[in-house]
């Protein structure tokens, strides 16, 4: 059958991946596929089962076959080529992140590469090249205020597997709901205002090994020392009034740092393969801690002028607990000097992050809003739920968001990465794809690809891939 004439035009399929490559370089010929398709045993693992369905029998072979895989020890962490010629399809890549990054791209090639059909599935021959900008690219899920069944959380795993997203901040505490199993503290899954449910350890096992396959990170969140109503319902005794109402735990009472310890203990024991463990920061109120005399005494036992200080040293011991474990702290944005290890988390606006000059130590950056740019509980239309503080987040807002162009120079230098965090107040379960897509997939191009790309072109890949049924969830 002639292919059809408007073919080079409506999307080369080498260069139709997302996120955008760094360099893809066009060569003479074409790969045509035919009914088989040999492939090396990892490259058929992973992409058998797609090409069965295109109709091309994948045959597992240990050499000489059509689609190779090989480590080089010269490429980039999470880097990979991907090299086209009429015979060979090869992939090279530095670690196993860029294995999974580059069969993921080779896999959305393929769905461009047989959108006409199997008799006329053809790559065109060339080199592409890829390696991302930036080292943080993340997700976060509030799993605290609605719950997630695991299959769920495992879904968005490997949706972000495919988009190269890397970090999964998982919020897993806060005010309506504690979903950490804690053996020292089993209460805290059966309180009134929990009921939703819990992860239990088994189940955070499987997360921890589809997060492994897919090439992320688990960044577990307890948040201290605010966000705790629910926990304080049921621990009375950590409250700075017991019989009053409050979000914050007492800094001044040893318990409440030895119990956030605990938590955080029972956590690095859980997420083993974690380096960063996220210990919340945002949105405390002092004004329970200045009346308190339990606070007013550590702030005179410890030379401390006000209770902002105290909150400071309370998160700095929790960080130090951290470190001393080998692990890698991260707040909300805080202006304290917590560690010098401390990763900040920035979720203002421009000024907030400038205010953040002062912790001049290396990449420790992670920008999650510029004016709200990666807030995806935000709406992305009108007719969707929302608080009255929230605008709309358009994915074009989404991919031309510049938090480099921000802020100053220093600071562009620190920048570690990006996250669009998931507040899910008013996002039950069944809501989160939607939230999520399409602006996911603009943020993941926007984290991975070189700067200065265009939505337009952006836009006709996203579409290009969807219309060959490539699908993001
Ligand atoms: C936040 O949005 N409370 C970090
Ligand atoms: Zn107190």
């Given at each position: 059958?002639?292919?059809?004439?408007?073919?080079?035009?409506?999307?080369?399929?080498?260069?139709?991946?997302?996120?955008?490559?760094?360099?893809?370089?066009?060569?003479?010929?074409?790969?045509?596929?035919?009914?088989?398709?040999?492939?090396?045993?990892?490259?058929?693992?992973?992409?058998?089962?797609?090409?069965?369905?295109?109709?091309?029998?994948?045959?597992?072979?240990?050499?000489?076959?059509?689609?190779?895989?090989?480590?080089?020890?010269?490429?980039?962490?999470?880097?990979?080529?991907?090299?086209?010629?009429?015979?060979?399809?090869?992939?090279?890549?530095?670690?196993?992140?860029?294995?999974?990054?580059?069969?993921?791209?080779?896999?959305?090639?393929?769905?461009?590469?047989?959108?006409?059909?199997?008799?006329?599935?053809?790559?065109?021959?060339?080199?592409?090249?890829?390696?991302?900008?930036?080292?943080?690219?993340?997700?976060?899920?509030?799993s605290a205020r609605h719950f997630q069944s695991p299959a769920v959380i495992v879904r968005l795993l490997r949706a972000m597997g495919r988009l190269?997203?890397?970090?999964?901040?998982?919020?897993?505490?806060?005010?309506?709901?504690?979903?950490?199993?804690?053996?020292?503290?089993?209460?805290?899954?059966?309180?009134?205002?929990?009921?939703?449910?819990?992860?239990?350890?088994?189940?955070?096992?499987?997360?921890?090994?589809?997060?492994?396959?897919?090439?992320?990170?688990?960044?577990?969140?307890?948040?201290?020392?605010?966000?705790?109503?629910?926990?304080?319902?049921?621990?009375?005794?950590?409250?700075?009034?017991?019989?009053?109402?409050?979000?914050?735990?007492?800094?001044?009472?040893?318990?409440?740092?030895?119990?956030?310890?605990?938590?955080?203990?029972?956590?690095?024991?859980?997420?083993?393969?974690?380096?960063?463990?996220?210990?919340?920061?945002?949105?405390?109120?002092?004004?329970?801690?200045?009346?308190?005399?339990?606070?007013?005494?550590?702030?005179?036992?410890?030379?401390?002028?006000?209770?902002?200080?105290?909150?400071?040293?309370?998160?700095?011991?929790?960080?130090?607990?951290?470190?001393?474990?080998?692990?890698?702290?991260?707040?909300?944005?805080?202006?304290?000097?917590?560690?010098?290890?401390?990763?900040?988390?920035?979720?203002?606006?421009?000024?907030?992050?400038?205010?953040?000059a002062w912790h001049d130590q290396g990449e420790n950056l992670v920008i999650s809003s510029i004016d709200n740019a990666y807030y995806l509980d935000?709406?992305?239309?009108?007719?969707?739920?929302?608080?009255?503080?929230?605008?709309?987040?358009?994915?074009?807002?989404?991919?031309?968001?510049?938090?480099?162009?921000?802020?100053?120079?220093?600071?562009?230098?620190?920048?570690?990465?990006?996250?669009?965090?998931?507040?899910?107040?008013?996002?039950?379960?069944?809501?989160?794809?939607?939230?999520?897509f399409p602006r996911l997939v603009a943020a993941a191009e926007s984290a991975w690809s070189p700067s200065g790309g265009s939505f337009g072109d952006?836009?006709?890949?996203?579409?290009?891939?969807?219309?060959?049924?490539?699908?993001?969830?």
């Amino acid at each position: 059958m002639p292919r059809p004439t408007y073919y080079e035009s409506l999307s080369p399929a080498f260069t139709g991946a997302i996120p955008r490559s760094l360099a893809c370089h066009r060569e003479e010929g074409e790969f045509v596929f035919g009914k088989t398709l040999s492939l090396s045993p990892l490259a058929a693992e992973r992409l058998g089962e797609t090409l069965r369905r295109f109709g091309t029998e994948a045959v597992v072979c240990e050499e000489g076959a059509q689609v190779v895989l090989s480590q080089e020890g010269s490429l980039p962490a999470e880097g990979f080529r991907l090299e086209v010629t009429p015979q060979r399809i090869s992939l090279a890549y530095g670690d196993a992140s860029g294995r999974i990054y580059g069969l993921g791209a080779l896999e959305q090639l393929l769905f461009l590469a047989y959108r006409f059909g199997a008799d006329q599935a053809m790559l065109e021959c060339g080199i592409l090249e890829d390696q991302p900008r930036l080292p943080w690219r993340g997700v976060m899920l509030d799993s605290a205020r609605h719950f997630q069944s695991p299959a769920v959380i495992v879904r968005l795993l490997r949706a972000m597997g495919r988009l190269r997203l890397n970090r999964f901040h998982w919020h897993l505490t806060d005010g309506e709901g504690w979903r950490l199993p804690c053996p020292g503290a089993p209460e805290l899954s059966s309180l009134g205002t929990l009921q939703q449910g819990g992860y239990r350890r088994e189940e955070i096992q499987e997360i921890c090994a589809v997060a492994r396959e897919n090439g992320i990170m688990i960044v577990p969140e307890i948040d201290f020392p605010g966000h705790n109503r629910g926990l304080l319902e049921l621990h009375r005794e950590l409250r700075c009034d017991p019989q009053g109402g409050s979000n914050e735990i007492c800094l001044g009472n040893p318990d409440s740092l030895a119990f956030a310890k605990a938590r955080f203990q029972e956590a690095m024991e859980l997420f083993p393969d974690s380096q960063y463990f996220h210990i919340g920061g945002d949105e405390a109120w002092d004004g329970n801690w200045r009346a308190c005399p339990k606070c007013q005494a550590k702030c005179r036992e410890l030379g401390l002028p006000s209770a902002r200080k105290l909150e400071e040293w309370f998160m700095r011991e929790l960080s130090q607990f951290l470190v001393d474990h080998g692990k890698t702290p991260i707040s909300w944005r805080t202006e304290a000097i917590l560690t010098p290890q401390n990763v900040l988390q920035c979720w203002g606006n421009a000024n907030d992050m400038n205010a953040c000059a002062w912790h001049d130590q290396g990449e420790n950056l992670v920008i999650s809003s510029i004016d709200n740019a990666y807030y995806l509980d935000y709406p992305q239309a009108s007719e969707e739920p929302r608080f009255c503080w929230m605008v709309n987040l358009s994915e074009e807002g989404v991919y031309s968001a510049n938090p480099a162009a921000h802020m100053g120079e220093k600071l562009g230098e620190r920048l570690l990465g990006l996250e669009c965090p998931l507040w899910t107040e008013l996002v039950p379960e069944w809501r989160i794809g939607a939230k999520l897509f399409p602006r996911l997939v603009a943020a993941a191009e926007s984290a991975w690809s070189p700067s200065g790309g265009s939505f337009g072109d952006y836009l006709s890949r996203r579409r290009a891939l969807e219309l060959a049924g490539y699908l993001w969830w």
